[in-house]
């Protein structure tokens, strides 16, 4: 293996922070890798990664060849993509990474879509909702919340926005008394997002000033599929997607609360994300392309029904 090659071999270890995953990525076995990184070291005379039985770290030798390397190596990318004027099929793995519920409706007709018109693309796809570094966790894209976003390397674009509204099961308001001005709801409890995703307070706007009323709670989740459930069977407020609930509304299961002041974050943003580069791989660039068209041709895709 030339020396290009081992740097190329030691950027896709240091991006997928993985022996494993770079081998998979550079459709090579993980001896291959380790090899060419033990080549690399003995070249350099310095250790490039602190290994452990779970994970690697970079030594500072490590982070100075990396930043520079990949600087050359994308530099020498792009010359030779001139050179050549030609256009690369896409092919390869794509691993995509999208939140759980928002994405519930539109992801299978999203990358149905993509795969007729790709069938070389290897789709690799992770549902979660919990924040992630895609550099750290080898994800090429995502359709994501923002507060998911670890990584600085990420740019994102705006794909759609998804209103929420506060509600409150009959039961509830049984026992409680209704919640007039935003001020009340410092007496109820919620059923809450994560502390670690969302702050526990809710804003209002009321003319030119804002409100900010704190969140008590005693149930709080990372997912408004299961706060919806929990706010159903009467545990508390909830501020849950429109979207979501609109069965519930309409029969009476939910009751909107305060529909005459307007929420300062409203909306929930979900965004399509990925990490630039000076030549971005084919099959990356079509499924941005793919997915900024798919929304365009169906806007309200993101709403679940």
Do not use: W
């Not at 509204?165 to 935003?182: C, G, K, N, T, W």
């Amino acid at each position: 293996m030339d020396y290009l090659e081992t740097l190329r071999v030691f950027r896709t270890v240091v991006e997928s922070r993985s022996f494993t995953r770079a081998a998979d990525t550079l459709a090579m076995t993980t001896p291959m890798v380790s090899r060419a990184i033990s080549s690399l070291e003995k070249r350099l005379g310095n250790p490039l990664f602190d290994r452990t039985t779970r994970q690697i770290s970079l030594t500072g030798t490590a982070e100075r060849l990396y930043e520079r390397c990949t600087r050359i190596l994308d530099n020498l990318d792009a010359l030779e993509a001139e050179v050549r004027n030609e256009t690369r099929e896409a092919a390869g793995v794509l691993r995509l990474v999208a939140h759980t519920t928002a994405t519930i409706n539109m992801l299978v007709p999203l990358l149905a879509s993509f795969k007729r018109q790709h069938p070389e693309v290897t789709l690799d796809v992770t549902l979660i909702e919990r924040p992630v570094d895609f550099v750290a966790d080898g994800y090429d894209v995502g359709i994501v919340a923002p507060y998911m976003l670890t990584s600085e390397q990420t740019v994102t674009r705006l794909l759609e926005s998804i209103p929420q509204v506060i509600v409150a099961s009959p039961a509830y308001l049984d026992a409680h008394r209704l919640p007039e001005e935003p001020a009340d709801l410092a007496e109820h409890v919620f059923v809450a997002v994560s502390p670690s995703i969302r702050k526990s307070s809710v804003g209002f706007r009321t003319g030119a000033q804002e409100v900010s009323v704190a969140l008590s709670f005693q149930v709080a989740s990372n997912n408004p599929m299961f706060n919806r459930e929990m706010v159903l069977q009467g545990f508390g407020l909830g501020i849950l997607p429109e979207a979501l609930i609109q069965d519930d509304l309409k029969s009476g299961r939910l009751i909107r609360l305060l529909e005459g002041f307007e929420l300062t974050e409203r909306n929930v943003e979900i965004r399509l994300a990925y990490i630039t580069r000076t030549l971005m791989p084919a099959r990356v660039r079509v499924f941005i392309e793919h997915a900024v068209a798919f929304f365009e041709r169906h806007p309200g895709a993101l709403h679940v029904q």
